[in-house]
Nanobody, 124 residues
Framework: QVQLVESGGGFVQAGGSLRLSCAASGRTFTRYNMGWFRQAPGKEREFVAAISRSGGSTYYADSVKGRFTISRDNAKNTVYLQMNSLKPEDTAVYYC?????????????????WGQGTQVTVSS
């Protein structure tokens, strides 16, 4: 079992920045590829970014490429999502997730553990 707790969400104006954190506990953090997903009201949960176990490979949705950066600190069992140049369409609940698959994947069924989510609201 892995427990994931997100933090860092909030309210920000368009063009602003936020940094989300996800602290993991339980099984060895480096066993898992990590991902960030988001879900806006009335929409399906969608992939945002993912990072490999070592942190050497990262993947992004086209909608956030160049604005968001995923990183991880394996010594602190924490994964981060730095979000810059935020837009109103980034408004959603953001979820951290852990995946034990060999390759880094970007679909929700391939992630085994999920956090409770943190709300990000971007005003225009």
């Amino acid at each position: 079992q892995v427990q994931l707790v997100e933090s860092g969400g909030g309210f920000v104006q368009a063009g602003g920045s936020l940094r989300l954190s996800c602290a993991a506990s339980g099984r060895t953090f480096t066993r898992y590829n990590m991902g960030w997903f988001r879900q806006a009201p009335g929409k399906e949960r969608e992939f945002v970014a993912a990072i490999s176990r070592s942190g050497g490979s990262t993947y992004y949705a086209d909608s956030v490429k160049g604005r968001f950066t995923i990183s991880r600190d394996n010594a602190k069992n924490t994964v981060y999502l730095q979000m810059n140049s935020l837009k109103p369409e980034d408004t959603a609940v953001y979820y951290c997730a852990a995946s034990s698959t060999i390759r880094v994947l970007t679909t929700t069924p391939t992630y085994d553990y999920w956090g409770q989510g943190t709300q990000v609201t971007v005003s225009s």
